[in-house]
């Protein structure tokens, strides 16, 4: 089945119609463009001006097809007495043809149409040696290089606002790509930071709850009661301080002061007393010289190393057997190494943790570590679990 032709755009019906009806009136006011030239009849002249007439209803969709039959018109169209009307519908073709038409024919037509207008100039003027015969080179290039070069510019401003809007809207989508990014790795940070501050010390109070309530003697549950009511103090400090950091955050106010490495004894310390009940002890090895040559650490690059102890310790306390958990923390050249060993293997009681986990312990000290561009691993190596990082000490190599 043939496809039917699309319908006329409402303008070029309009433009058809008024065109023709111009060239209708001009010629019954016997006003022609060629009144001298009597080759044919004077009704002779209302052909071109209909046939260019009707291909204003193909401007849009048939753009060469109406160039083709607008150029044989207008040449048609010097034999008779003429019609204004007639050259007007061909410039309007000519236009259309570069407006609408492939871009192959858009870039062609300007440059073929100057080509013509040079030609028709140097011939009129070859042949009639006249001043006036550059008027024929003017006239040429009125009806044919104009339009076109008038339709090429508008080609090109239309196709360079398009390319405009559509970069306009390529960044504004890569904006709510990144905006989304953003948004998404802030909550994986502030989740990170909320899990390692609280997890400790809620695993501390689950751990001693459970043995005050197992184990039926007054002083065992003081003791329990007093490190439950101090994690449950500490935690409470902790959560007011990345609370206090969101709200706070673009006001212009100092964040609250960080953990850092100098914590480190009071965080095993701590983790020596939830652990006592266990039968685990903590030592803590910290190889890092006063005054190191390589200068201080970057405070993102000890944020991390803190957080990873105190993910390490709190892991150990809910999973390790009984026995001597070791905290490492060296400088090793452009690296700083942290290190936590604790028992693993068949010598602890009972097969579950000693308290709930949710398992993002290990990825959020991995993640801490990649951030920084530095190496994580943890596994167990026969009897020891181990969990190593590997940080940048440098401040270009932290801030990556």
């Known amino acids: 089945m043939t496809p039917r032709p699309p319908r006329p755009h409402r303008d070029d019906v309009l433009l058809a119609v008024v065109s023709v009806f111009a060239g209708l009136l001009l010629w019954a006011l016997g006003v022609h463009s060629n009144a001298t030239r009597h080759l044919l009849p004077a009704w002779a002249a209302l052909v071109p001006l209909v046939s260019l007439g009707a291909m204003e209803l193909l401007r849009r969709s048939a753009p060469r097809a109406a160039l083709a039959v607008g150029t044989a018109g207008i040449v048609a169209d010097q034999f008779t007495v003429g019609n204004l009307a007639t050259v007007l519908i061909f410039t309007d073709l000519m236009y259309a043809a570069v407006v609408y038409g492939k871009p192959a024919m858009a870039r062609r037509l300007p440059v073929t149409t100057g080509l013509i207008t040079v030609a ?24 044919c290089f104009a339009p076109a070069l008038t339709g090429a510019t508008l080609r090109n401003h239309r196709e360079a606002a398009v390319a405009a809007r559509l970069r306009a809207e390529q960044t504004a989508l890569l904006a709510e790509m990144d905006r989304s990014q953003a948004v998404t790795a802030e909550r994986a940070r502030m989740a990170r930071e909320l899990h390692d501050m609280v997890a400790n010390h809620l695993s501390a109070i689950a751990i001693h709850s459970t043995a005050a309530l197992s184990i039926d003697s007054p002083a065992t549950s003081r003791e329990a009661l007093g490190v439950i009511r101090e994690n449950s103090v500490q935690g ?9 950091l969101l709200r706070d955050a673009g006001a212009g106010t100092e964040a609250a002061a960080t953990p850092s490495l100098d914590g480190l004894t009071a965080l095993v310390e701590q983790a020596g007393v939830t652990g006592s009940a266990t039968g685990l002890e903590f030592v803590l090895l910290d190889g890092r010289a006063p005054g190191d040559a390589g200068g201080p650490l970057p405070a993102p690059v000890e944020l991390a190393a803190y957080r990873i102890v105190q993910e390490s310790l709190t892991n150990a306390v809910k999973h390790a057997s009984a026995g001597t958990v070791t905290v490492r923390v060296e400088r090793s050249g452009p690296l700083l190494v942290v290190g936590v060993d604790s028992p693993y293997g068949p010598g602890r009681p009972g097969a579950g943790p000693r308290a709930p986990g949710s398992g993002a312990g290990l990825v959020g000290m991995r993640e801490r570590t990649e951030l920084l561009g530095g190496a994580f691993t943890a596994g167990a190596r026969d009897t020891v679990w181990r969990v190593r990082a590997e940080l940048p000490a440098e401040e270009k190599a932290a801030e990556r």
């Open 236 to 244: 409470l400090a902790e959560m007011r301080r990345l609370i206090g």
């Open 120 to 143: 028709a100039t140097i011939t009129a003027v070859a042949w009639l040696r006249t001043p006036q015969a550059l008027l024929i080179g003017a006239l040429t290039g009125l009806v």
